[in-house]
């Protein structure tokens, strides 16, 4: 099964949410889902549905508005957990089960006090009983990352036998290193039986920094799906970021991979789930961060004024940003000035950009940054400013 379309599982609110302080309530669930879903992500795990009445009900809500994408929840290998989950589902057009269950030594001993063959075996009836309920069924091996290969590869053939459709293969602990991860998905896809029938999904956390790296390294060995979630939210460090991971897809064309999601929306849906999780955005944050298009030295500024490619590998408005920011500081130079002061209706002579640069350079060193009003400021004290139409 190599199509070259990566799927794009959105965990948003199920990973992402656990986090604290970013509880969301139905209500504010249904508005996020029914974003993704017009973003064009091809899974949205919707919740936990036993975690909580709360998650199952806003799980079983939002199989309601979904329209196009497969609506997912998550259970443990656990009989109950699988029948409440296949409940929740119930009215969902397109409804996955994700079942699964720790198989690195570390899980099987502390976590379950269990040995391999028991793990295995909860593996199978988990997989079976879920695929009892619904046909879309994906197994996770839960700390992949850091379980042996050889008994990884054994505990997936074993689970296709079962039925699963899916394959996640997650780093939980965020461990692995890119080539590491991604040798793990090429092992199975030469040592597991079964394993073109099925899609195997990458699910990285970001403890080291890695989830973004370790996710594309996976779908380059040969996974199609990648989970993530918005603004790379998620358990301690996060998970792999949807806006990354999209992105670097489509700035890679020679990589022969793509994805659905249109990402002219993917500024505004980075933004609403800042606002309604309260967690904040880190200015420098790949591809949605305030920062992410803003120039603020003057050698950069005078290359993206003069072509913005020289310092911008992404169009901002294929994110949805309407333009690059030239940023007025103490570091820019007379181009940047000129640039800005054009913006807000001033054309300037040499002489007069000469004379404001150096009035600009007092006001900024004195704030961090030189803002509209400043520049007004500025050029009311140049000699004979003309004011120009803006456009
Ligand atoms: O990180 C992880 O292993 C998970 C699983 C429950 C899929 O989130
Ligand atoms: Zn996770």
């Not at 130079?333 to 007092?362: N, P, S, V, W």
Request: charged share 25%; glycine share 6%.
């Amino acid at each position: 099964m190599q199509d070259n379309k990566v799927q794009i599982f959105d965990t948003t609110l199920r990973d992402g949410e656990q986090v604290p302080g970013c509880k969301l309530d139905t209500k504010q669930k249904l508005i996020i889902a029914e974003r993704l879903d017009e973003l064009g992500v091809d899974v949205i795990e919707a919740g936990f549905p036993i975690s909580s009445p709360g998650d199952f009900a806003s799980v079983s809500e939002i199989t309601k508005v979904v329209k196009n994408a497969t609506v997912c929840g998550l259970t443990r290998a656990v009989a109950k957990d699988i029948e409440v989950a296949a409940e929740a589902l119930k009215y969902a057009v397109k409804p996955r089960i994700h079942t699964g269950i720790g198989t690195s030594d570390s899980h099987i001993k502390f976590k379950f006090n269990a040995t391999r063959d028991q793990v295995l075996e909860r593996a199978i009836k988990s997989v079976s009983y879920a695929k009892s309920f619904v046909d879309d069924v994906e197994f996770y091996a839960e700390d992949a990352g850091r379980t042996d290969n050889a008994f990884l590869a054994k505990v997936c053939e074993e689970v296709i036998k079962a039925g699963a459709t899916v394959l996640n293969i997650p780093d939980t602990t965020g461990y692995c290193l890119p080539e590491e991860y991604g040798a793990k998905m090429k092992y199975l896809r030469e040592n597991v039986k079964g394993i073109e029938n099925v899609i195997l999904s990458c699910h990285c956390h970001n403890d080291l920094g890695l989830a973004t790296a370790n996710s594309i390294s996976g779908v380059i060995n040969g996974a199609r799906q990648i989970e993530c979630t918005i603004n790379g939210i998620g358990e301690r460090a996060g998970n792999t970021a949807l806006e990354e991971v999209v992105m670097i897809l489509k700035q890679h064309p020679y990589l022969n991979l793509h994805t659905d999601i249109n990402t002219k929306l993917l500024y505004d849906t980075s933004l609403m789930v800042r606002d309604k999780m309260g967690m904040p955005v880190q200015p420098n944050k790949a591809v949605v961060g305030a920062n992410a298009f803003a120039h603020s030295s003057g050698i950069h500024q005078d290359g993206v004024i003069k072509n913005r490619e020289t310092y911008e590998i992404m169009d901002p408005e294929e994110v949805g940003v309407t333009e690059s920011a030239i940023v007025l500081t103490a570091r820019s130079g007379r181009a940047a000035l000129a640039y800005r002061a054009k913006k807000i209706g001033y054309e300037l002579t040499k002489i007069q950009l000469d004379e404001a640069y150096k009035t600009f350079l007092e006001f900024a060193d004195r704030q961090k940054e030189v803002i509209d009003e400043d520049l007004h400021k500025i050029m009311s004290i140049v000699d004979k400013v003309s004011k120009i139409a803006i456009v």
